[in-house]
């Protein structure tokens, strides 16, 4: 058994402000994002400042999509007992489904105004989203959230009492999906986009993997409480949402074979400026 880790949710608090952990690694993600973005701007013939348009317009969609699709999918109970919960992002409650959707949003309309196509686009943004998505995953460990079930594993944690959970060991399930959401997804989309490939190709991977990843992870994580099981007395939430993303993702595969259109890689000449 390894002891929980005893951090400070609040990273800074300066007066009456206080920095939460969990918002910081948005901050992390989204830097990160623009920082690789800029890297490969030149592919589709981007500016950087278009670069800086495009994780804004994403933001924006996380957010929105994130915080309205929790709701939607998780909190409709707790909204109307009480509605400013809603606003009150540091508490966590965020759901990438949620936000997948809101970022897809923001892409069709970044598409449309630079005449590009939708997956050619998402291809490109793709390989941008796992370095946020384990910095998420790292914002929930810090901010006791995600506890998984019950184990006796020797890397199981015993979580912070506040949580309600006794004293038994429990799978760090957050951990889990920082390693496969975060580092095993980014390492293996940015390799595979690191050549020409077949439009969808880049973005039907990333829903399967996700997805994958996501319905195994869910196996060892508890259920949200409000919900529990959705049915079979197995099933979560989560994994009913990753089912659809799965499904779409081998459909890009697959469809993605009969293409002859191949995204090229630009293999000299530097970014756009």
């Known amino acids: ?3 929980y880790p005893q951090i400070d949710p609040v990273a ?9 952990w969990y ?12 920082w690789l973005g800029r890297r490969r701007a030149h592919r589709l013939g981007l500016t950087h400042d ?24 998780y909190g409709l109970d707790q909204l109307a007992d009480d509605p400013l919960w809603l606003f009150r992002l540091w508490e966590g409650g965020m ?11 923001a892409a069709w309309w970044f598409a449309r105004r630079h005449r590009l196509a939708f997956l050619q686009l998402t291809d490109f943004i793709a390989p941008l989203v796992p370095i946020g998505l384990g910095a ?29 959970l006794g004293s038994q060991p429990r799978h760090p399930s957050a951990l889990y999906e920082f390693a496969l959401e975060g580092v095993v997804l980014f390492v293996v989309l ?23 990843f996501r319905f195994a992870v869910e196996f060892v994580r508890l259920p949200d409480p409000q919900l529990g099981f959705i049915a079979f007395d197995w099933l979560t939430m989560g994994q009913l949402l990753s089912l659809p993303m799965m499904a779409a993702g081998l459909l890009l595969l ?11 890689v630009a293999s000299t000449g530097r970014p756009s400026t």
């Open 1 to 3: 058994m390894i002891p």
């Open 136 to 164: 998420g995953r790292l914002g929930n460990f810090i901010n006791h959230e995600l506890p998984g079930r019950v184990s006796d594993v020797p890397w199981a944690m015993v979580f912070p009492s506040m949580m309600g």
């Open 254 to 264: 697959i469809a993605s074979q009969r293409r002859d259109t191949i995204d090229a």
């Open 190 to 212: 940015w390799w595979v986009s690191a050549r020409p490939r077949r439009r969808g190709i880049v973005s039907g991977l990333f829903l399967v993997l996700y997805g994958v």
């Open 12 to 20: 800074l608090s300066v007066g009456p402000l206080s920095i939460h």
């Open 50 to 73: 278009d670069i800086g348009d495009l994780i804004f317009y994403g933001a924006v969609g996380i957010i929105l999509g994130g915080r309205l699709g929790y709701v939607l999918f």
């Open 23 to 34: 918002g910081l690694m948005y901050v992390v993600g989204l830097a990160a994002a623009w």
């Open 95 to 105: 759901s990438f489904h949620g936000g997948l959707a809101g970022v897809l949003v």
